[in-house]
């Protein structure tokens, strides 16, 4: 089983430290939920994994199974097992969206699989996300909706099949079916044994997907590891109890008070 090991990772953007040290290890056949206040640094780490130019590394490591991510291209890291899955997912016109998704998968294999194989998964692909057929044949994510998108982020991730899968904000913006679709669709890659590592701000998605562990972010650091016991907690108690508990000061003011305030939450109670 492939792990993602982070280690005292440093991480600058426009000459500003977000990240100050950060420490996780992340084992496929498990999910970790990443949670902390906003602006302090989550999806930060989840773009400097995959390899965002504007994601400077200043020190520290990340190995995937040993192998040194920061060493390889964007491409490269693709390649060898990590899939981001982005809050919101760019528009990319003239590039259609089968063809981008047969090359993706295609350049994974030793032989390219034939236009059969390819369009039979393609199918079951979009079946299963709830997607139309036809959308395949438009341009990537041009004229998608916001939950189109992040449907379309989960199709990519079920077609390419990575080791750890990194999933920022899901299932923000997306209503009450949309959300059952994607939840649904991460627990059937769950038990095919993918890994994930999971930011979201709402505890209903945890709910639905059951994270094994959970990991908390404050100023830029893990401030502490656990269970999805924290999450019952940060959902009833706010990120409070980091100062109280562990006297750890919060350097930002966060606009989540709690991590299951939200309308799909109260929709689904309904």
Same mark, same amino acid.
């Given at each position: 089983? %492939? #792990?993602?090991?982070?280690?005292?990772?440093?991480?600058?953007?426009?000459?500003?430290?977000?990240?100050?040290?950060?420490?996780?290890?992340?084992?496929?056949?498990? #999910?970790?939920?990443?949670?902390?206040?906003?602006?302090?640094?989550?999806?930060?780490?989840?773009?400097?994994?995959? =390899?965002?130019?504007?994601?400077?590394?200043?020190?520290?490591?990340?190995?995937?199974?040993?192998?040194?991510?920061? %060493?390889?291209?964007?491409?490269?890291?693709?390649?060898? =097992?990590?899939?981001?899955?982005?809050?919101?997912?760019?528009?990319?016109?003239?590039?259609?969206?089968?063809?981008?998704?047969?090359?993706?998968?295609?350049?994974?294999?030793?032989?390219?699989?034939?236009?059969?194989?390819?369009?039979?998964?393609?199918?079951?692909?979009?079946?299963?996300?709830?997607?139309?057929?036809?959308?395949?044949?438009?341009?990537?994510?041009?004229?998608?909706?916001?939950?189109?998108?992040?449907?379309?982020?989960?199709?990519?991730?079920?077609?390419?099949?990575?080791?750890?899968?990194?999933?920022?904000?899901?299932?923000?913006?997306?209503?009450?079916?949309?959300?059952?679709?994607?939840?649904?669709?991460?627990?059937?890659?769950?038990?095919?044994?993918?890994?994930?590592?999971?930011?979201?701000?709402?505890?209903?998605?945890?709910?639905?997907?059951?994270?094994?562990?959970?990991?908390?972010?404050?100023?830029?650091?893990? %401030?502490?590891?656990?269970?999805?016991?924290?999450?019952?907690?940060?959902? #009833?108690?706010?990120?409070?109890?980091?100062? #109280?508990?562990?006297?750890?000061?919060?350097?930002?003011?966060?606009?989540?008070?709690?991590?299951?305030?939200?309308?799909?939450?109260?929709?689904?109670?309904?």
């Amino acid at each position: 089983m %492939a #792990t993602l090991s982070i280690k005292d990772l440093h991480v600058s953007v426009g000459g500003k430290e977000i990240l100050k040290g950060v420490t996780l290890d992340v084992h496929q056949g498990r #999910t970790t939920a990443l949670v902390g206040p906003n602006g302090h640094g989550k999806s930060t780490l989840l773009f400097a994994i995959m =390899g965002h130019p504007n994601y400077l590394v200043t020190s520290g490591s990340i190995t995937l199974d040993g192998q040194d991510v920061l %060493a390889l291209s964007v491409d490269e890291r693709s390649k060898l =097992g990590l899939f981001l899955a982005m809050q919101y997912p760019s528009e990319i016109p003239g590039v259609n969206s089968a063809d981008f998704l047969k090359a993706a998968m295609n350049v994974r294999r030793d032989k390219p699989m034939s236009l059969f194989q390819f369009y039979s998964k393609m199918q079951t692909a979009y079946q299963e996300m709830g997607i139309p057929f036809e959308m395949s044949a438009r341009n990537l994510n041009e004229g998608f909706s916001g939950g189109e998108k992040k449907r379309n982020e989960i199709l990519q991730l079920k077609l390419l099949e990575p080791s750890i899968a990194m999933l920022d904000e899901i299932d923000s913006g997306l209503d009450v079916d949309a959300l059952r679709v994607v939840s649904s669709a991460i627990v059937e890659e769950q038990k095919k044994g993918r890994g994930f590592l999971v930011v979201s701000h709402y505890a209903r998605l945890y709910d639905l997907i059951a994270p094994d562990d959970v990991a908390v972010m404050v100023n830029g650091r893990i %401030a502490v590891t656990g269970g999805p016991e924290i999450i019952s907690k940060i959902d #009833t108690k706010g990120y409070e109890w980091i100062k #109280t508990e562990l006297g750890i000061e919060i350097e930002k003011e966060s606009s989540v008070g709690s991590i299951g305030v939200c309308a799909t939450k109260e929709a689904l109670k309904k």
